[in-house]
């Protein structure tokens, strides 16, 4: 890896210096080899290994914890950073520069009294979430391997450490400026010095001055819209939605409890430490839009609050219209096109936008009502003759008449399909067969825990490389999860 230190060298006073301390006995678990090319590396080695454990230097790396603050579960913590994460710095790719970061290194002075380590079960679920996520065009965080060890950690019980070696474009998140507003308060020359950084850096296209700054919020806007539409079309629930946990890019970003839909469920929890549903899957939307009000807020030293306040009354439109995109991609709703002049025009969209978004909500209330898992059911849409009154999604539903109602409108919208197979196919090129389920993640754990066989998380890893195709082999790994797999919920040590 050849790195560059553009955060370490630019904003001395933004993170520590901290050494990662090794693990004992390290091994490959898990290794990427997309996530690989993204920083122009190919196999893994063993130089490798004892540099991304701890054991030798990385040539060019300079080792840091962030700081940070923010809101946990609606409450500010005014002083966070990195307490198990050591950044080595960012690593030249083909494309653009990665932060490498070994997640689960050691302590840092953000550690709150922790150990600073991953344990293995985390370490592998944030490996496989951050590369399924890719795999489904998500924007996300990317892991490049996972590192066993036989070094005892403590938890609920006497568990082994690992290393997610992660890969972010940024790990700047919304706490930081949270942190340089708030807790370092005086001239707000860091927090000045922040956001510049921050454009020149990611978002070279604006300018550092007020126009720029402006601009700069209202696409960090559309991005967390952007980001949060995704996760809704597929059915995924983050689970700690912290404002912490929230990238300035709107790429998806530190996994815990997370967890995808498998019966549908508006009100679906993940985490077991929510207690009250703050993160359940269908306030998501909601949770990203006060997130960026939290940052907004920060940002008032710099920018007006009209200024904000307009960027902010965007974010409802750019959640909706990407959601739609996605969902009339997913359910073969072609977008008209319209002729009329610009103010009927519009007008006529946002008629089509409200019809359709009404045609979506019926299809998960059918899918909540009726008990059916979402991602098998959006997968069925590409078996549809839509010109037919028979479909396999009609046999799974406890209501057929309430059914039939929808699909004959449904049927009505999607009109006369030329060409079937195609039409088909194009819904299988959008709806996974396969997502990463809780339960096949926890059976790749416990086969590593138990048995010291990584097997079964190399192949859940290549199988979901991999989410739209047919894997005629790996049928089982489609199906609903089996009575003890339901409605699995995880911890945030998870």
């Known amino acids: ?259 995808f839909l498998d019966t549908f469920k508006e009100d679906f929890i993940c985490n077991h430490s929510d207690h009250e549903g703050r993160y359940a899957f269908g306030q998501q939307p909601g949770v990203g839009f006060w997130n960026l009000q939290r940052l907004a807020q920060a940002l008032t030293p710099l920018i007006a609050s009209d200024d904000l306040i307009q960027a902010l009354n965007q974010y409802q439109r750019h959640l909706v219209e990407h959601y739609l995109v996605l969902m009339r991609q997913k359910l073969g709703l072609a977008e008209f096109e319209y002729t009329q002049a610009s103010s009927l025009n519009a007008a006529a969209k946002a008629e089509q936008q409200k019809q359709d978004l009404h045609l979506v909500d019926e299809f998960t209330t059918l899918l909540e009502t009726n008990q059916l898992d979402y991602t098998n059911s959006l997968r069925r849409i590409g078996e549809l003759d839509v010109s037919s009154q028979k479909s396999s999604l009609r046999d799974d539903m406890l209501d057929v008449a309430k059914f039939d109602e929808w699909f004959a409108r449904y049927q009505l919208r999607v009109g006369k399909v030329a060409d079937v197979s195609a039409w088909q196919q194009n819904r299988n090129a959008v709806n996974p067969k396969y997502i990463l389920r809780n339960y096949l993640a926890q059976q790749a754990i416990v086969a590593i825990d138990e048995q010291g066989d990584n097997s079964k998380l190399e192949q859940l890893h290549q199988l979901l490389r991999q989410p739209f195709n047919e894997h005629p082999t790996m049928e089982d790994f489609a199906q609903r999860p089996p009575e003890w797999g339901q409605g699995l919920i995880m911890s945030c040590s998870s």
């Open 1 to 259: 890896m050849r790195f560059k230190q553009d955060f370490f060298e630019q904003l001395t006073g933004f993170y520590s210096q901290v050494y990662p301390q090794p693990i004992s006995n390290p091994h490959w678990l898990g290794w990427s080899c997309d996530a690989a090319a993204l920083i122009g590396l190919n196999k893994p080695n063993d130089a490798l290994l004892m540099q991304l454990s701890a054991h030798h230097a990385a040539e060019g790396a300079s080792y840091y914890a962030q700081v940070y603050s923010g809101h946990q579960f609606g409450g500010y913590t005014p002083r966070l950073g990195d307490g198990r994460s050591i950044i080595l710095g960012e690593a030249i790719g083909p494309d653009h520069a990665w932060d490498v970061a070994l997640k689960g290194g050691g302590p840092t002075p953000y550690s709150r009294m922790g150990d600073g380590r991953a344990v293995m079960r985390s370490a592998v679920r944030e490996f496989l979430i951050s590369e399924a996520l890719a795999a489904l065009n998500v924007p996300t965080s990317r892991a490049l391997a996972v590192i066993g060890s036989d070094l005892p950690v403590w938890r609920e019980g006497q568990e082994t450490a690992a290393i997610t070696v992660r890969l972010a474009k940024s790990h700047i998140r919304f706490g930081h400026f949270e942190y340089f507003s708030y807790t370092e308060k005086g001239s707000n020359a860091k927090l000045k010095q922040l956001v510049d950084f921050t454009i020149t850096q990611h978002f070279p296209h604006l300018s550092t001055d007020n126009a720029g700054y402006i601009q700069w919020f209202n696409e960090v806007v559309a991005a967390t819209a952007k980001m949060i539409a995704h996760w809704q079309s597929i059915g995924f629930a983050h689970g700690v939605m912290n404002t912490d946990n929230m990238s300035i890019l709107g790429d998806s970003f530190d996994f815990g409890p997370f967890a």
